[in-house]
């Protein structure tokens, strides 16, 4: 299986733009995740988390980097691809009037009541959490078994086809039994990747389901 949370670490290209130092690139930036006209406290946390979150500058961890592996694992073994996508969680701590969305590791909990961060997460999950925690037991439970997750209470995993391209399929999950396949293009508009791609690696936005051959590396974590 492979998630939204593991991913590659690349370098830019010989060439490429540098992350915080041109102003080329600060603009570049705005441009894709402009400021909203209606803001709080929090306004550019969410912003960087974002920026963060879509280009895999952390590790790889990341929509883009991710989506890249997880698409070239599809072309040499059966891979299942899942998004994480409940974003109305309890998170991983406690922090008023922040809101953690679907962020890095916030569905360990829910594979594993006993992952607390040092505090209770799992026992604050509503209803339409614990259906989340089952459905997601049950997939990895039928995956461990079979070597495919199948189906859960009448929503199939779908296996990632990488020779579909765009049209290739994973599992988007949402709690309340709302589940659901969305196209690796629906990914990839979600996370601008065409935008991540192009920057960091130009082949890869070509051949978003190739191997990468690049001056950058990429290296499983």
């Not at 733009?17 to 946390?45: I, K």
């Not at 991710?66 to 969680?89: E, I, K, W």
């Not at 339409?128 to 039928?142: F, I, K, P, T, Y």
């Amino acid at each position: 299986m492979a998630g939204r949370c593991v991913g590659t670490f690349r370098r830019p290209a010989h060439g490429a733009v540098r992350p915080g130092r041109d102003r080329e690139w600060q603009l570049l930036q705005l441009a894709h995740y402009p400021w909203p006209a209606t803001s709080d406290r929090w306004t550019g946390a969410y912003l960087e988390a974002a920026v963060l979150t879509d280009s895999g500058f952390l590790a790889g961890i990341g929509g883009c980097s991710n989506r890249f592996l997880t698409n070239t694992l599809a072309g040499y073994v059966p891979t299942f691809s899942y998004q994480f996508d409940h974003r109305t969680g309890p998170g991983l701590t406690p922090i008023p009037g922040y809101v953690w969305g679907a962020g890095h590791a916030a569905e360990l909990a829910y594979m594993w009541p006993s992952f607390d961060n040092g505090i209770p997460i799992a026992p604050t999950f509503n209803a339409a959490e614990r259906r989340l925690a089952h459905d997601m037991v049950a997939w990895w439970g039928n995956f461990v078994r079979t070597g495919a997750p199948s189906t859960v209470d009448g929503t199939t995993w779908p296996r990632l086809d990488a020779s579909l391209g765009p049209k290739a399929q994973l599992l988007s999950l949402r709690a309340g039994g709302r589940s659901t396949p969305i196209t690796d293009a629906r990914l990839s508009a979600q996370h601008q990747c065409a935008f991540w791609d192009s920057l960091f690696a130009p082949q890869q936005a070509a051949r978003p389901n190739a191997l990468l051959r690049s001056n950058a590396p990429s290296v499983r974590l």
